[in-house]
């Protein structure tokens, strides 16, 4: 499984793919958390609540794009089946790619540190700043992060298109991220708190500094349902390819 966990990391910052989309994410979030309106500056406070609440959206089809080819470009290539050939299970396979994805994710947080950093060059007294809001964000956008690669390799699992692979994986983390939200603008689901089912609610509440025990359950039963899903997938006790 560890070789899988390597050469998932490895093959990400071996391709000018995978670095342009990290230039392009750390552009973005730069450029949004410190230049355009409604920036840290604006707000004269010494915590990065900007960064946090544009994250998500970035990982959102970032995410998707780390991981299209996770399993669609070996159903295309035909390497999946010699893949299983090997001394290796299905779970083994599995936990591979999304362990080696998910440290890609996390590895392309560590420079977001830097803004940690300018923050608390700029408080006064230097070096003031609110460390529980800071590490409340970067749990929950691990967590979420997590959460996004488990859809997006499911989204793989189903297609041997990479492009439909993104824009399924884009789908699937929009619909859990969002969708409880805009059903929670209609009277009847509003009634039925359906917010409180989403990925959304439960970062939130992670982002503000408080781990909760429900909020950290929630995303460890959300992940294992889809890695479950997902396992199956890859028995073909779901769709062939």
Request: aromatic share 18%; charged share 10%.
């Amino acid at each position: 499984m560890w070789a899988i966990v390597q050469k998932e990391y490895q093959s990400f910052f071996s391709s000018f793919i995978g670095l342009g989309l990290m230039l392009a994410f750390y552009l973005l979030t730069g450029l949004y958390t410190w230049v355009f309106e409604g920036n840290v500056l604006d707000f004269g406070f010494a915590e990065l609540s900007v960064f946090f609440e544009l994250a998500p959206w970035f990982f959102l089809f970032f995410i998707p794009a780390l991981s299209m080819r996770l399993f669609s470009e070996e159903y295309a290539l035909k390497t999946y089946d010699l893949l299983r050939s090997l001394p290796v299970s299905d779970w083994d396979i599995l936990l591979g790619k999304v362990i080696g994805t998910f440290a890609v994710v996390l590895t392309s947080l560590i420079p977001t540190l830097f803004f940690v950093y300018s923050l608390g060059s700029l408080g006064s007294p230097e070096g003031n700043y609110d460390s529980t809001l800071i590490l409340g964000g970067y749990i929950s956008i691990s967590l979420l992060g997590l959460a996004f690669v488990c859809l997006s390799a499911l989204a793989s699992s189903l297609t041997n298109k990479q492009a439909l692979a993104f824009v399924l994986g884009v789908a699937f983390n929009f619909v859990f991220w969002q969708g409880p939200q805009e059903l929670a603008l209609i009277p009847f689901f509003a009634s039925l708190d359906v917010d409180l089912y989403s990925l959304n609610f439960h970062y939130r509440n992670i982002s503000k500094g408080v781990l909760g025990v429900a909020d950290v359950a929630y995303f460890a039963g959300f992940n294992l349902v889809v890695l479950g899903l997902l396992l199956f997938r890859l028995k073909r006790l779901l769709f062939k390819v």
